[in-house]
Nanobody, 120 residues
Framework: QVQLQESGPGLVSPSQTVSLTCTVS??????????WMWIRQTPGKGLEWMGAIGYSGVTYYSPSLKSRTSIFRDTSKNQFELALESVTPEDTAVYYCLSRDGTGARGDYWGTGTLVTVSS
């Protein structure tokens, strides 16, 4: 079974860039039709889809975050990463990575989440 684990800095100062890594085991991030996503949950709000990178390397971004977000991958390490620029306290959230089969043949695999706090 595919397992995902997020890692990141925990605490970031306003205006900085937060970089998060999702390490994948049990399956390759280049597997056909699989999409690798970042989702966050902010205090008091629901889940917000941030973006994804597909099995071929094509990226997709939420329109509301596109100007500040980059997603890229390292296939040699079987990892994909999120960079969120110019963070503010409103970006404080639990960040999750997940895997979705584009054919719908299986359910999603989620990481356990990592809390990022933006504070001076």
């Amino acid at each position: 079974q595919v397992q995902l684990q997020e890692s990141g800095p925990g605490l970031v100062s306003p205006s900085q860039t937060v970089s998060l890594t999702c390490t994948v085991s049990g399956g390759a991030i280049t597997t056909d039709y699989d999409y690798w996503m970042w989702i966050r949950q902010t205090p008091g709000k629901g889940l917000e889809w941030m973006g994804a990178i597909g099995y071929s390397g094509v990226t997709y971004y939420s329109p509301s975050l596109k100007s500040r977000t980059s997603i890229f991958r390292d296939t040699s390490k079987n990892q994909f990463e999120l960079a969120l620029e110019s963070v503010t306290p409103e970006d404080t959230a639990v960040y999750y990575c997940l895997s979705r089969d584009g054919t719908g043949a299986r359910g999603d695999y989620w990481g356990t989440g990592t809390l990022v706090t933006v504070s001076s």
